[in-house]
């Protein structure tokens, strides 16, 4: 799989990208995640990439040519399943979305910025719009590195115990079960004996109750 980003601020996506699983799963070479910065497709001597609204609106509008130019560079090179636009209006990203996107062979995400992009940018080259909650960011940067890091983690090989990430809330719409290691007590406080029983259907079936029991109390929303 390969991700392509585009973005004014290659910096912020630096660290999120580089560490814990995603490094790993870039190492293992399960994954390339290339970050370009869009001001080296502009052709302005300013490298401007954005402009001043039609209409006269406040705030700025990023500019059609640079997105042109990168997006028909990439796909140039390869094919891509999605051309995804992150922004606060699109569709709401979340386990089903990272689970199918995770399956993919080739990905871009275009950071939204400013007040929005010139709008034909989103009629003729983009697939997918997604957001990641109905809060407003300053940029789609944090956004893209979120979706990463749930899409990344879900590729084969990726994550050392192949179950987890089956395993995770959400992946059966329900919360994950508490989760304990040693001491078995401390401060008085225990754990649960069933964990400590070693009689696994017991467990299993402990598990399976915390998380219904859990779910219904902290997100009733998933049952329905
Ligand atoms: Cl994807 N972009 C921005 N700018 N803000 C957001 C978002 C995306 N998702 C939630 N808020």
Redesign the pocket.
């Known amino acids: 799989m390969r991700i392509d980003i585009i973005t004014v601020l290659p910096e912020l996506l630096q660290s999120p990208l580089n560490y814990s699983i995603l490094k790993r799963a870039q190492d293992k070479n399960l994954v390339e995640i290339v970050v370009h910065n869009l001001r080296d497709y502009s052709l302005d001597k300013h490298r401007k990439v954005d402009d001043y609204p039609f209409g006269g609106e406040a705030g700025m509008v990023m500019k059609i040519e640079p997105v042109d130019r990168v997006i028909t560079q990439l796909k140039s090179e390869r094919e891509y399943d999605e051309v995804i636009f992150?922004?606060?209006d699109?569709e709401q990203?979340d386990q089903p979305m990272a689970n199918q996107l995770s399956m993919a062979g080739n990905l871009i995400i275009l950071c939204?910025?400013y007040k929005g992009i010139d709008y034909r940018i989103r009629e003729h080259f983009i697939t997918k719009e997604?957001?990641?909650?109905?809060?407003?960011?300053?940029?789609?940067e944090l956004?893209?590195a979120i979706m990463c890091d749930a899409i990344v983690r879900l590729i084969p090989g990726a994550i050392g115990d192949e179950q987890s990430a089956l395993s995770d809330s959400f992946q059966d719409n329900l919360l994950a079960p508490p989760v304990y290691t040693r001491p078995a007590e401390y401060k008085g406080w225990r754990v649960p004996d069933v964990l400590l029983s070693g009689h696994q259907r017991k467990i299993d079936e402990w598990k399976h109750e915390q998380s219904l029991e859990r779910t219904r109390r902290l997100r009733p929303d998933l049952l329905k």
């Open positions: 992150t922004t606060p699109g990203f939204g910025h997604v957001t990641i909650g109905d809060y407003v960011l300053t940029g789609g956004a893209a």
